[in-house]
């Protein structure tokens, strides 16, 4: 069994200095991971990353993350990924890592994903360019998100997603912004390659348990829905 930490949106300002420290104070003693899926940061400023690391600094566990919308508000999210990986941070942005906890193998695939709605309400690139680069974006995301994974020879495989790959996980927001909170392409790459679970964040008042149409597990896990820092995953294979 792997223990997993995971949140999302944590948007962390600079007044916030000192709160993150004392949340994750006791999360290398309760977790294997800790997986933070996007909005590190409360306007993608490089000076909040860096704080945020200091506070992270107490973690001693691996810690995996992924960017979101919000890391990437002010055009600086090369400077936040170097900064979280000059502070041991592993930032996944289409990559795949691979941790041997116990004598088990865990893949770990991430990318940020993206837009473009669910099921048969799927947005279709049809018409004008703007609707057509607006799903290459998408198309493309989940393109790495399948590259990551099809690497990944390991006992148990877990995704972070910033955008949600299903609908499910999403009710409690506004039906009007579906589309712009996730994309069920994202869950064909996960369903494909045998994914034991998959997180994300981004939809603060959405559900945190949901599911592919292929069965793999999928948590919401923005901190507005756990309503903590962090919650633990217990990852047993096989769907667990």
Sequence with gaps: MIRVAAVGDIHFRESFRGGVRAAFRTVSREADLLTIAGDLTGIGRPEEA???????????????????????????????????KDSGVIVLDGDAYKLEIRGTSLGLAGTKG??????????????????????????M??????????????????????????????VGKSMELYPFLGCSMLSIPIDRYGTDLAVHGHAHHGMEIGRTDGGVPVRNVAMQVLRRYYTIYDLVGAGG
């Design 141 to 170: 995301e989940t393109d790495k998100l399948d590259r990551a994974l099809s690497s990944l020879k390991t006992d148990m495989k877990l995704v972070i997603l910033h955008y949600s790959p299903v609908v499910d996980t999403l």
């Design 50 to 84: 860096l704080i945020l690391c200091r506070e992270l600094s107490i973690v001693s566990i691996p810690t995996v993350v992924v960017l979101g919308n919000h890391d990437y508000h002010s055009d600086c999210e090369e400077d936040i990924k170097s900064i979280l």
């Design 114 to 139: 993206f837009c473009g709605g669910f099921g048969i309400r799927q947005i279709t690139p049809f018409g004008e360019i703007g609707i057509k680069d607006f799903l290459k974006h998408v198309e």
